[in-house]
Antibody, heavy 117, light 108 residues
């Protein structure tokens, strides 16, 4: 069974940093491209970032470019999102998602990040 | 950047109704579109990929159609478990993806 479990969310002050993790199981992690997607409270879905299966190619949405860094450790079956210079508007549930047929097929349950003083 | 516009933003329907949700792209995206269902407090679930291909395990009352700039998600006979928010997602600019704004399907 495919499982994705996010962790690392919490309350952080504006300007602070946080590192999210996503533990993958039930599939050959190293063979799949991965995404991070977020959802602000009461709002829609926003694609944030992509990483290739090898980790050598990454892309970001303009809203987080230069502040967030996606990475992965295929030996540990794990995906990461390093978030720096956090703003109030980054408050959201953050989901990791596996890519298949060009779009996310399996999603984690999400982890809540709250940016507030 | 490709923009995705969904309509309506919300709708009220009864069990058994036929429901249609539309997604329009700001430029042609071939059939590079998926549809997702999200229930409160849950992660999104993929229903349709490549505009019209049904995700394994998804009931056949869900169908997708369209290409180019206009796409449709149809629920042929709305069931109680279908009350949720639905999103389209374009991947023509892969790996840069764009979601539509969502359509909330509520009980009439």
């Amino acid at each position: 069974e495919v499982q994705l479990v996010e962790s690392g969310g919490g309350l952080v002050q504006p300007g602070g940093s946080l590192r999210l993790s996503c533990a993958a199981s039930g599939f050959t992690f190293r063979s799949y491209e991965m995404n991070w997607v977020r959802q602000a409270p009461g709002k829609g879905l926003e694609w944030l970032s992509y990483i290739s299966s090898s980790g050598t190619t990454v892309y970001y949405a303009d809203s987080v470019k230069g502040r967030f860094t996606i990475s992965r450790d295929n030996a540990k079956n794990s995906l990461y999102l390093q978030m720096n210079s956090l703003r109030a508007e980054d408050t959201a549930i953050y989901y990791c998602a596996r890519v298949s047929e060009w779009t996310p097929d399996y999603w984690g349950q999400g982890t809540l990040v709250t940016v507030s003083s | 950047d490709i923009q995705m516009t969904q309509s309506p933003s919300s709708l009220s329907a009864s069990v058994g109704d036929r429901v249609t949700i539309t997604c329009r792209a700001s430029q042609g995206i071939r059939n590079d579109l998926g549809w997702y269902q999200q229930k409160p407090g849950k992660a999104p679930k993929r229903l349709i990929y490549a505009a019209s291909s049904l995700q394994s395990g998804v009931p056949s009352r869900f169908s997708g159609s369209g290409s180019g700039t206009e796409f449709t998600l149809t629920i042929s006979s709305l069931q109680p478990e279908d009350f949720a928010t639905y999103y389209c997602l374009q991947h023509n600019s892969y790996p840069l993806l764009t979601f539509g704004g969502g359509t909330k399907v509520e009980i009439k």
